[in-house]
């Protein structure tokens, strides 16, 4: 089974090695700041949620997000984001740095990956523009003093807009397993345009916690908004004044040789300097990445939406011609990947044809798709043809892990924003066109189009959803630590997630390792009957009964 795990040793040494290392021209690179005011006004706080800078102001809204507004160039942006965000920038990073010697405590590893690092990010300051080096130079400015030790701030916060592709380039793997999809003209109940996303990326339940819905106004280029968190000025999911949205899905192809543009960085620029689909390939075509991703671009002034697939060796764009809908899980489907070995692999082997097929599927239930359906949607927990396939299972469009998930409708200028817990909370409704007619209001959004909470967190379902998640975690760490675990331990965690395999795999991989093959044989033959996320899981699981029945003699 991959490992979460894995892929957090690799992004946060990646981001604790990288720096320490001292990459002597990046450190030369720091921007020249000469043109720009230095000196903006100080922050005033009026409560613990409320705090002001000028024209600019963040406030946390009764769902709990954050939604903040800021102005300027790009330097200005940068400390004035800093500054307003200091103790949630401060959090994240927490959160982050954190994990390092728990992710990676052997002194070895971390000298060979230092090495290795050292040289595989040599270039990354190269191919990051300088509007977007400078903002981030200002937002260093606000870094803890914390982590000094490891490198300077502007240093660290740089790298840290490249962990994520770091992570996944180092390790090929696709876990963001995002979910995406578009209608229009008359598959939608009025003809406009309407999208709706997963953003499945988990970095912990603190981290998700503090989500920041961004309004920009940047001196040059488009005014957009972003769902993001303090320290990030990279785009995920967003839309600009112009009624263009970007998305992002992580896709599979070959690891690069050389880090380059940040994924998150791309999308910032096309979401500040695009206002059509052809202006947005533009700008995609002339950078370099060191991931595989399908950027979802939606247009008002198109309407529609296509698939701009990226990869460090390729480029294709998927437009459906002859179709009013788009749906995008984990693996492409333009031409240019038509005989991609990998994508092809992946498209076999992976979760994400099964979360195509599903959204289809409920697409295809509703003759017109509605703001309302579309949340729908994307809060489904079932499998195909609603089977029960357990909470958590990366075969759901709804995994219960998502940091956030949006909805656009591009023509209007509106956009809807899940609240916690993932995107079972309100989705609060935001009216770009008034917010941009009106920053300094206090609170940005439209409370009369938001869309109700799911009930679903207030059942004992749910309850034991998060219970299981905990014991899992519990589980685990004694597994890893070598530690006895009581039957009827592993047993509760059954009977909490009942139609989910992992928790019958959990309990199968124990016993295996204590020699209780026979207990360990009819957990494996349980995990069996359930929906196994992907094919190496279900090879391993096959594997596991194999040598069982042999040892056993049956």
């Known amino acids: 089974m991959l490992s979460r795990k894995v892929y957090w040793f690799y992004l946060f040494s990646f981001l604790f090695l990288a720096t320490s290392c001292g990459v002597s021209k990046s450190l030369s690179d720091v921007p020249d700041v000469s043109a720009y005011s230095t000196v903006i006004p100080e922050r005033v706080k009026i409560s613990d949620s409320t705090f002001s800078l000028g024209n600019n102001h963040l406030n946390k809204n009764k769902q709990g997000s954050w939604e903040l507004y800021v102005e300027g160039n790009p330097y200005e942006i940068g400390l004035v984001t800093g500054s307003l965000t200091q103790e949630l920038f401060h959090k994240q990073e927490a959160s982050f740095l954190s994990k390092i010697d728990e992710l990676v405590p052997s002194k070895t590893k971390q000298a060979i990956l230092r090495k290795f690092l050292a040289w595989y990010n040599r270039k990354l300051y190269l191919n990051v523009p300088l509007e977007y080096k400078t903002e981030i130079y200002g937002l260093s400015k606000y870094a803890s003093n914390s982590y000094n030790h490891i490198a300077e701030p502007y240093l660290r916060v740089l790298y840290f807009h490249g962990a994520h592709d ?3 380039a180092l390790q090929d793997l696709a876990l963001v397993g995002c979910s995406s999809f578009a209608a229009w003209d008359e598959k939608t109940e009025d003809g406009s345009l309407i999208i709706g996303r997963n953003f499945d990326f988990y970095a912990g339940d603190e981290f998700a916690k503090e989500k920041i819905i961004a309004f920009i106004n940047p001196t040059e280029g488009h005014k957009f908004m972003s769902v993001t968190w303090a320290g990030m000025v990279g785009v995920l999911s967003g839309m600009n004044e112009h009624g263009l949205t970007v998305t992002i899905n992580a896709g599979k192809s070959k690891v690069p040789l050389i880090a380059k543009t940040p994924i998150s960085i791309l999308n910032r620029e096309i979401l500040q300097y695009a206002s059509t689909i052809d202006e947005a390939i533009a700008i995609a075509r002339k950078r370099q990445v060191f991931v595989s991703e399908s950027i979802f671009i939606g247009s008002a002034k198109d309407k529609k939406a296509v698939l701009i697939e990226v990869s460090p060796n390729n480029f294709g764009v998927y437009d459906v011609a002859n179709s009013n809908q788009l749906i995008c899980s984990n693996h492409f489907q333009s031409d240019a990947y038509e005989d991609d070995k990998k994508n092809l692999k992946h498209i076999e082997e992976s979760h994400s044809k099964y979360r ?8 295809n239930q509703h003759e017109k798709l509605t703001p309302e359906i579309a949340v729908d949607i994307l809060r489904n927990k079932d499998g195909l043809e609603g089977k029960a396939i357990g909470y958590g299972n990366e075969k759901a469009l709804n995994q219960l892990l998502a940091h956030h998930s949006i909805v656009f409708k591009p023509e209007q200028g509106l956009v809807w924003v899940s609240s916690n817990p993932y995107q079972l909370g309100e989705f609060v409704a935001y009216d770009l066109n008034e917010v941009f007619k009106n920053p300094t209001k206090e609170l940005l959004s439209n409370a009369e189009l938001n869309i109700e909470k799911d009930d679903f967190q207030f059942t004992k379902t749910y309850q034991n959803y998060e219970s299981y998640r905990t014991l899992r975690r519990q589980i685990l760490s004694s597994i890893n630590d070598d530690e006895i675990v009581e039957s009827s331990i592993l047993s509760d965690l059954q009977t909490l997630n009942p139609e989910y395999w992992e928790a019958y795999y959990i309990a199968g991989s124990y016993y295996y390792k204590k020699g209780y093959f026979t207990a360990a ?5 349980k995990a069996k ?5 992907t094919v190496p899981d279900q090879e391993q699981v096959d594997n596991y009964i ?7 003699n049956r």
């Open 166 to 168: 770091i992570g996944h």
């Open 356 to 363: 195509y097929q599903r959204m289809e599927e409920l697409l």
């Open 521 to 525: 044989l009819n957990a494996f033959e």
């Open 529 to 533: 009957t359930k929906e196994i996320t």
């Open 546 to 552: 194999k040598k069982l029945k042999r040892r056993l």
